[in-house]
């Protein structure tokens, strides 16, 4: 493009902006139509399109607006999210999975693991199916294995939310063989009971059993099937003081000590709100094991 078409093709833009923002709709449309035709290769010009034309409540032309503008810029975050929230407004929402499922695949291409694992939930919460839930657990899982830092801890919460992990298969080494009934099949009926409390109405219960659930999976060695049991609870009981404690732990075991910081912070600033005694004792008794050297956990305990 030459210099003085990429004139004209700003000035159409600017033209199409002006006229959107004073609601003449019909001049930047206009506008927006001089300047794709002046750069064919350009995404921007559809993307402007597309909006104007949402405005306009014609959510139909907008789908094929967005549809040209993606077929440019087939990595263009912004048009995927938008062409999605268009087919939700039509009523075509297993459409708008789909949009998601491509959305998802861009994020994770570029990197963005806690953003494509938030999108794939949606697109799940949206239209079930099996490769919707075998992609999400895998990026469950590769997010568990990556730094811990506060998106991804948070996007973890989100999915293991909407998937109601069961408990993981037993570890491939053996284990010594208890005299007394396994832990684990203790944890896998106390799971199976909390699912069952969901909705019903009683959600200390359902609290109680997601972290006694959590707790026996943790004796047994089976950390990230503790963790998915106190994500679950964090949905009934986000201010239990206890829940948050046991996640630090397990926090801790799986070696995420800036999470577990994090979150037993997050404690004490809910303790010294609540007054809660045995809450902070918990607290002070992890911070005196995991992070006697860290002085805004030390402080908490003064």
Same mark, same amino acid.
């Given at each position: 493009?030459?210099?003085?078409? =990429? /004139?004209?093709?700003k000035?159409?833009?600017?033209?199409?902006?002006?006229?959107?923002?004073?609601?003449?709709?019909?001049?930047?449309?206009?506008?927006?139509?001089?300047?794709?035709g002046?750069?064919?290769?350009?995404?921007?010009?559809?993307?402007?399109?597309?909006?104007?034309?949402?405005?306009?409540?014609? @959510?139909?032309?907008?789908?094929?607006?967005?549809?040209?503008?993606?077929?440019?810029?087939?990595?263009?975050?912004?048009?995927?999210?938008?062409?999605?929230?268009?087919?939700?407004? $039509?009523?075509?929402?297993?459409?708008?999975?789909?949009?998601? @499922?491509?959305?998802? /695949?861009?994020q994770?291409a570029?990197?963005?693991?806690?953003?494509?694992?938030?999108?794939?939930?949606?697109?799940?919460? $949206?239209?079930?199916?099996?490769t919707?839930?075998?992609?999400?657990?895998? $990026?469950?899982?590769?997010?568990?294995?990556g730094?811990?830092?506060?998106?991804?801890?948070?996007?973890?919460?989100?999915?293991?939310?909407?998937?109601?992990?069961?408990?993981?298969?037993?570890?491939?080494?053996? /284990?010594?063989?208890?005299?007394?009934?396994?832990?684990?099949?203790?944890?896998?009926?106390?799971?199976?009971?909390?699912?069952?409390?969901?909705?019903?109405?009683?959600?200390?219960?359902?609290? @109680?059993?997601?972290?006694?659930?959590?707790?026996?999976?943790?004796?047994?060695?089976?950390?990230?099937?503790?963790? @998915?049991?106190? =994500?679950?609870?964090?949905?009934?009981?986000?201010?239990?003081?206890? $829940?948050?404690?046991?996640?630090?732990?397990?926090?801790?075991?799986?070696?995420?000590?800036?999470?577990?910081?994090?979150?037993?912070?997050?404690?004490?600033?809910?303790?010294?709100?609540?007054?809660d005694?045995?809450?902070?004792?918990?607290?002070?008794?992890?911070?005196?094991?995991?992070?006697?050297?860290?002085?805004r956990?030390?402080?908490?305990?003064?």
């Open positions: 493009m030459s210099d003085a078409v =990429y /004139e004209r093709y000035e159409a833009l600017r033209r199409g902006h002006v006229a959107a923002e004073r609601g003449r709709f019909d001049a930047a449309l206009a506008a927006y139509a001089n300047a794709a002046l750069a064919r290769d350009r995404a921007l010009p559809h993307l402007s399109i597309a909006a104007t034309l949402r405005r306009m409540g014609r @959510d139909e032309e907008a789908l094929a607006a967005y549809g040209a503008a993606l077929e440019r810029a087939p990595r263009d975050t912004a048009a995927h999210t938008a062409r999605t929230e268009t087919l939700l407004a $039509l009523g075509r929402p297993a459409e708008a999975a789909d949009a998601l @499922d491509r959305l998802a /695949e861009v994770e570029a990197g963005q693991l806690p953003d494509a694992c938030d999108t794939i939930r949606r697109a799940l919460e $949206l239209a079930e199916s099996r919707r839930r075998r992609n999400i657990e895998r $990026l469950v899982r590769e997010l568990r294995d730094p811990q830092d506060e998106a991804a801890v948070a996007a973890l919460e989100r999915a293991v939310g909407v998937l109601r992990l069961a408990a993981p298969a037993a570890p491939a080494s053996p /284990e010594p063989a208890p005299v007394s009934k396994p832990p684990r099949e203790d944890a896998a009926l106390v799971l199976a009971q909390a699912e069952d409390s969901l909705g019903k109405g009683d959600d200390a219960m359902t609290r @109680d059993l997601f972290v006694r659930a959590a707790i026996a999976q943790r004796s047994a060695g089976h950390t990230d099937a503790a963790i @998915d049991a106190c =994500y679950l609870a964090l949905a009934v009981a986000p201010g239990d003081p206890e $829940l948050h404690v046991v996640m630090a732990e397990l926090y801790l075991d799986r070696g995420w000590e800036t999470a577990a910081a994090e979150k037993l912070l997050l404690l004490g600033r809910l303790v010294e709100l609540t007054g005694l045995a809450a902070r004792d918990r607290l002070c008794r992890v911070v005196a094991r995991s992070f006697a050297g860290d002085p956990l030390a402080a908490i305990c003064i």
